[in-house]
C-alpha cells in the first residue's frame, strides 16, 4: 500500500493553491513542518493505485510512460 502525507491549510478556501500540501514520506513533511508550521499535523492518506491506473489507460498510456508534471 502506498500513502502520501496531507496538510490543510484551513486559513485557505478549497480550491486554493496553499490550500492543500502533499508529501511522500513523513520525513519531506516533517522538514516542511520544522521551516512552514511547527504546530501542524498531517494525516496519512492511501493512494488509490486502481483508479489512476484506469484513468491513464482511458487516456491511453500505460503505467511506464504516464508523463510527468
Not at 486559513?11 to 513533511?29: E, R, S, T, W
Amino acid at each position: 500500500m502506498t500513502t502520501v502525507w496531507i496538510y490543510v491549510d484551513t486559513k485557505y478556501h478549497a480550491g486554493h493553491p496553499d490550500h492543500l500540501k502533499v508529501f511522500a514520506n513523513p520525513v519531506a513533511a516533517d522538514e516542511w513542518f520544522k521551516e512552514n508550521d511547527p504546530e501542524g499535523a498531517v494525516f496519512e492518506h492511501e493512494v488509490l493505485k486502481r483508479r489512476c491506473e484506469q484513468s491513464a489507460g482511458d487516456l491511453g498510456f500505460d503505467n511506464q510512460t504516464l508523463p510527468t508534471p
